[in-house]
């Protein structure tokens, strides 16, 4: 019989001990604080293999979030937004009259983004129609149109009269694709514009190589601006304090037609959520975008940056959608 009550409260004595371990696992699980919404959003882009930057800003709570937010990045197409503001600024003083009509010729035409390229010489599109394609298609064959009617200089001269230390516009995008051609033979320097578009980019073994390093070369980028400095270029734009309430309206539609939708809006867009932005591309290296979040509760300014990108490139663009709908969902 004594044999029996042994057994029965070695038993017991085993169901206490497994439970009070379980309990205690459980009571330490739920003492454990769920991770910050930093945290969360840090992991997430600290994951990648890229250099990374971003800053976001709750507008109406002044909420802020700030990894590495004022390292100079390769903006590539984010600086357009600097030529869209001093274009409508130019507009209001009467410098540029956004309805007069270009004259497009076939050395104006540019390769890389936009659909400008692929019509005949002849087309007269007007200065309006030129901003809003280098806005919502990234047009590259407008963009250098419009930077030589308001001036690349002037647009510096803007940026920095608004304090704007890091953010600057330093070269057309017929400068930059000569370049590439230059990199493969120095002797390419005196290619025309027309010459670089007809010859498109180098497809030779070490075309990406060369490509990665002018990437990643600050003296070779399009544009430079730090995550911090663009959302507070997007915070001016969105409270009017650039330009007149007619001029705000239309820039911020104008970033609202944002044709390409794989990074910011990729999983908020069908959750009562506007998005306002530019993107900025150069795969599989470089993939940034930045804009304002508009949804209820918002809005929410958002820069993130990805360059160097030695990873899967679809991720880069899956890793923004995500941040962007961490945001939307915990900053209302």
């Known amino acids: 019989m004594g044999w029996i009550i042994k057994i029965i409260v070695s038993i017991l004595v085993s169901y206490c001990t497994l439970s009070c371990y379980s309990t205690s696992q459980q009571s330490s699980s739920t003492d454990s604080p769920p991770p910050t919404l930093e945290s969360q959003i840090q992991a997430h882009i600290n994951a990648l293999d890229a250099k990374s930057s971003l800053y976001a800003k709750h507008l109406p709570s002044g909420r802020q979030i700030e990894i590495r937010a004022d390292i100079p990045m390769n903006s590539v197409s984010v600086i357009k937004i600097a030529i869209m503001v001093l274009a409508y600024r130019d507009a209001e003083n009467g410098r540029l009259n956004l309805e007069e009509r270009y004259l ?106 060369r490509k990665f390093t002018l990437n990643a070369d600050p003296n070779e980028w399009l544009g430079r601006t730090t995550a911090r400095e663009i959302s507070l270029l997007l915070e001016q734009i969105h409270t009017g304090a650039l330009s007149s309430q007619s001029s705000r309206d239309e820039m911020i539609s104008i970033l609202k037609k944002q044709k390409s939708i794989s990074r910011l809006p990729q999983r908020i867009r069908l959750q009562n959520v506007s998005v306002a932005h530019k993107t900025g591309d150069s795969p599989p290296t470089t993939a940034n975008d930045v804009g304002i979040l508009y949804y209820p509760g918002g809005p929410t300014v958002i820069s993130v940056f990805t360059n160097e990108n030695k990873g899967d490139f679809v991720n880069l663009e899956e890793t923004i959608g995500l941040i962007a709908e961490d945001l939307v969902k915990q900053w209302h």
Not at 139 to 144: G, Y
Not at 154 to 177: C, D, F, H, P, W
């Open 104 to 209: 497009l010729r076939q050395q104006d035409k540019r390769r890389g983004s936009g659909v400008l390229q692929s019509f005949k010489a002849g087309l007269k599109p007007t200065y309006r129609d030129l901003v809003t394609q280098m806005i919502i298609t990234s047009d590259n064959t407008a963009t250098d149109i419009v930077i030589k009617k308001v001036g690349l200089e002037r647009v510096n001269i803007m940026l920095k009269s608004l304090g704007y230390k890091e953010t600057r516009l330093q070269g057309t995008l017929a400068t930059r694709y000569r370049k590439r051609w230059e990199a493969l033979d120095p002797s390419l320097v005196s290619l025309t514009d027309l010459e670089v578009f007809e010859r498109g980019f180098p497809s030779d073994p070490g075309a990406e190589e």
